[in-house]
């Protein structure tokens, strides 16, 4: 488990999976109507989610 801060400051506790920084149902609520196919937007979001989460991690290690 892990904690996010909301806009307001205050931290609420989320679960999130390993390799996800920000999950896919989080950030949907974000974007205006989807018309194409979501399952391609989806995977596009976690391919590039987890690359940004295995940067942070080289970074993290690396030094």
């Known amino acids: 488990m892990s904690e996010r801060q909301t806009q307001d400051g205050t ?3 989320t679960k999130v999976k390993p390799g996800i920084c920000i ?3 989080e950030k949907l609520k974000e974007l205006p109507e989807i018309s194409g196919d979501r399952d391609i937007f ?3 979001w976690e391919d ?3 690359l940004a989460y295995m940067y942070i ?3 993290l290690l690396s030094f």
């Open 48 to 50: 590039n989610e987890a």
């Open 57 to 59: 991690w080289q970074c």
């Open 42 to 44: 989806q995977k596009v």
């Open 23 to 25: 999950p896919w149902d």
């Open 11 to 13: 931290f609420k506790e």
